[in-house]
């Protein structure tokens, strides 16, 4: 699977790209099959993608999370139909609040805190990204803010179940050669290589 | 047990993290948001408005149903049911009503006692795209 004719540096900067590509189709995959799951309570997702994003923060960094979480969310609309609608304001304003939570915690407490730690925020931050865009935009009933407290509930469990989900993949995937050359940030000393 | 190996996964700070949120979960529940003091009992029965009455002033008053009267009284900014023709007399169990969007209701006499605040009627309930 390695090239031992082609320069290193360039190979994993073709892999990064690669596999962020991968990364960002299967969290369009799975943010599309929870769109379309019917459920009795339509707000509330697990945001399995979210998997994905914490996956690509731990292997490559905070600026692979950032093109994960914004072109997940941009092709998942794009393919749902509902680019630039009221629900994509949420999508984004959550996405984009998460993905700033995350990463900023990443950078702030980098070796103390696992994927759950930073998927927990990741979750906080979604689900108060699109409450707040929800009450300044499109309800301006002060009365949304009494369903806050179920969406936290709901999302520190969520937060959790894809923390866990998370650290299994990246567990799974540090195993493969493919990703020999680095090893997961945070945990250890990294040999990541940036571009 | 498939539990204790997923909290094995999470490291002190996450767990740290994990019951600071937790707590912020409860206090939020446990925090009475944006209850606004109500201004008005509206009070339907039969899913008709047949009486509006403000807050502010002690009233008694009487609304009937398929049932008998139900007798209601406004005192001190806030309406509860004195008396109601009900076999269970749930509704004068409910206590008082006092904030925007607290509700008193006598299902078997089909009667709902809504309390709604400053605001409301100006805003839309109802957004659909």
């Known amino acids: 699977m390695t090239s031992s004719a082609v320069d290193p540096v360039q190979l994993e900067q073709v892999r990064q790209r690669v596999f962020l590509a991968l990364f960002i189709a299967l969290a369009v ?83 103390h805190i696992g994927p759950v730690g930073v998927s927990v925020l990741g979750a906080l931050g979604h689900v108060s990204g699109q409450l707040l865009i929800a009450w300044l935009l499109i309800v301006r009933h002060p009365s949304i803010w009494l369903m806050l407290p179920f969406f936290l509930l709901f999302s520190l469990i969520s937060g959790i179940i894809n923390g866990v989900a998370a650290d299994m993949l990246l567990e799974f995937l540090l195993k493969h050669p493919a990703f020999a050359r680095l090893k997961k940030i945070g945990r250890e000393q990294t040999q990541k290589i940036d571009h | 047990m498939a539990l204790g190996s997923a909290l094995r996964r999470l490291t002190l700070f996450d767990r740290y993290l994990v019951v600071i949120f937790a707590l912020l979960v409860v206090v ?91 605001a409301e009627g100006e805003s839309y309930d109802l957004l659909s795209r």
């Open chain 2, 28 to 118: 939020s529940f446990l925090f009475p948001f944006s209850k606004q003091p109500g201004a008005r009992v509206v009070v339907d029965a039969d899913h008709r408005t047949v009486y509006t009455a403000p807050l502010n002033e002690n009233r008694t008053f009487e609304v009937s149903g398929p049932l008998g009267d139900t007798r209601l009284t406004i005192e001190n900014g806030a309406v509860r049911v004195l008396s109601s023709p009900c076999p269970q007399k749930i509704c004068i169990g409910m206590g008082e009503a006092h904030q925007a969007g607290d509700l008193l209701a006598c299902v078997p006499n089909r009667i709902v006692i809504r309390v709604e605040g400053q």
């Open chain 1, 29 to 111: 995959a799975l943010h599309a099959v929870e769109y379309l799951l019917p459920s009795p309570l339509p707000w509330f997702r697990f945001g399995l993608s979210n998997i994905l994003t914490l996956t690509a923060l731990f292997l490559y960094g905070p600026r692979a999370a950032w093109t994960v979480t914004l072109s997940r969310i941009l092709i998942g609309s794009l393919l749902l139909g509902t680019l630039f609608s009221p629900g994509f304001l949420l999508s984004l304003s959550g996405g984009v609040l998460a993905t700033l939570l995350m990463t900023s915690a990443f950078s702030l407490f980098r070796p």
